[in-house]
Structure formats: C-alpha cells, structure tokens
C-alpha cells in the first residue's frame, strides 16, 4: 500500500474506533443513564445495562491488551469476560466502567493514529493477526454492543425526557 492509501486506511479505523459513521458514539448511548437503572434486567434479557457495558469493557482492555502485550493471557470464555450474573455496581463502579472503556478507547485511538504504528504487520506470538484485524474486531464488537445498549434503553425507557428516539 502507499503512504496515501495508509493514511486514508487510519483515518477509517480512527472513526471506527471514535464510533462515528453508521453507529451511536459509546458517549451519547451512556448520557445521564438513571442510576436507580443501571443494575435492573430488562424483560427477556439476561444482563442489566451494567453488566453490558462491563463487557464492552472488558472486551475491548482485552484486545488492546492482545495488541500490547508480549505475555498476553487469554481470559477464559465467558466467564471473564462478563460480570457474574448476579454482580451489581454502585454509581461509582457504573461511573469506573463507563470511565476505562474510554480510557481503553482513548489508547486505542492514540495507536491507530501513531503514524510509526504498522497497522498491516504480524502481532508477533499470534496466528498472523494485525492491528488492523484486531481494531476491526473491537470496532464491530462496540457496535453491535452499543447499538444493543441504546435498544435497551428505549425498552427501559431510560433516555433523558425530551430525547428524540
């Protein structure tokens, strides 16, 4: 690829990654979320809107983690990469949550846009992933995820009164 293919190539994953384009940003979905909300279980789901976002959570420390580090352990599936079903969150926790998926984002971010990031070399110690496969995979992972949070919402009927839906 050319320089100008490259740099058009993370102008793509940066909005991917910042949730712009064809999904809700991560930010508008979890606005002035009502606390008393954030542990109940909508009707036919088995996660509450904290157990979701903990998941976005985790997930995406998971793969920034498979991206930086050498001695990367893989979490056992499912179990640590969501809350226990009966796990709940004080406001604080909801809010810490909500705080290290940006955070996590925010670095991913930073190493797409790095241009001395090689987003087409091999992750050495993996089956010839890149960081372009990986940033794919956590991009489509927060958009189903995030489009289900907002979905939630709406049956929860927790959007802030006068929200156009």
């Known amino acids: 690829m050319t320089a100008i293919e490259i740099d058009i190539l993370r102008e793509q994953l940066l909005a991917l990654v910042d ?24 009707p036919n789901v088995p996660y509450t809107p904290w157990q979701l976002l903990e998941h976005l959570r985790i997930t995406q420390w998971d793969i920034l983690d498979y991206i930086q580090n050498r001695s990367y352990l893989e979490p056992s599936w499912p ?13 604080e926790q909801f809010a810490a949550t909500i705080d290290g998926f940006r955070s996590d984002s925010a670095a991913l971010h ?19 992933h890149t960081i372009l496969r990986e940033v794919r995979v956590v991009g489509d992972h927060n958009a189903y995820h995030i489009g289900e949070f907002a979905i ?14």
Do not use: K, S
């Open 152 to 165: 939630l919402r709406q049956i929860m009927r927790t959007w802030p009164p006068g929200r156009e839906e």
């Open 19 to 42: 949730g712009l384009d064809a999904r809700m940003p991560f930010d508008e979905a979890v606005a002035d979320f009502p606390e008393e909300a954030m542990n109940a279980f909508p």
């Open 110 to 128: 930073d190493l797409v846009a790095d241009a001395a990031t090689d987003l087409l070399a091999m992750i050495p110690n993996t089956p010839g």
């Open 79 to 91: 179990e640590e990469y969501w809350p226990a079903r009966d796990a709940t969150a004080t406001p």
